[in-house]
């Protein structure tokens, strides 16, 4: 049975322009979370801690790294929240946790960043804040996390097909000619 991702009520559209900017943001996640976890419901639990190289990271490491990143920069930088986040932890950690602890941490955490991404007031997106010792804007704050994110999900979905190989199973694929098919 596939783990069921967070799904935002994210609005169709917004009159402002930054308001379209959160929902674009907010939709990059959804999309990007949905990925992850489409690649999670293909893989063993023993996939996720799997590393090509004892330098490189898991899957598990990636999903640790990504809800980090998220709960330090939107949910603490933009939303205010405490700043629980070490970071050291989120590579070195070689115990090996099952696909649904992974999901659930990974989901829940998108949908605190989404709750938080939801009720940000736009004329806050320009307010300046340090956030990992960097200074920046709640604005360039949410870009910077959500590019981060879709960044590692592009990592996981390669980490993914070295794995599986001819197994793994698209999830999506162009259905028309405008869309690429053949």
Not at 67 to 92: D, K, T
Not at 107 to 130: G, I, N, Q, S
Request: proline share 4%; hydrophobic share 35%.
């Amino acid at each position: 049975m596939p783990i069921e991702a967070a799904r935002p009520s994210i609005p169709a559209d917004d009159a402002t322009i930054g308001g379209a900017y959160l929902v674009a943001a907010r939709g990059a996640l959804d999309g990007a979370t949905r990925k992850i976890i489409h690649c999670l419901d293909q893989l063993s639990d023993d996939d996720l801690s799997w590393r090509q190289h004892e330098s490189h990271n898991s899957i598990q490491n990636l999903i640790q790294h990504l809800c980090g990143n998220l709960r330090q920069w939107i949910i603490h930088g933009v939303g205010g929240e405490h700043n629980v986040r070490n970071r050291p932890s989120e590579f070195s950690d070689r115990s090996h946790r099952s696909k649904s602890e992974l999901a659930a941490m990974l989901c829940d955490t998108v949908e605190k960043c989404d709750k938080v991404l939801a009720d940000v007031p736009l004329a806050r997106l320009l307010e300046h804040r340090k956030i990992q010792a960097f200074d920046t804007t709640l604005l360039a704050a949410i870009f910077d996390s959500v590019s981060h994110f879709v960044g590692h999900q592009h990592q996981i979905v390669y980490i993914t097909r070295l794995r599986l190989g001819e197994r793994y199973q698209f999830q999506w694929t162009p259905a028309s000619r405008e869309q690429g098919a053949p």
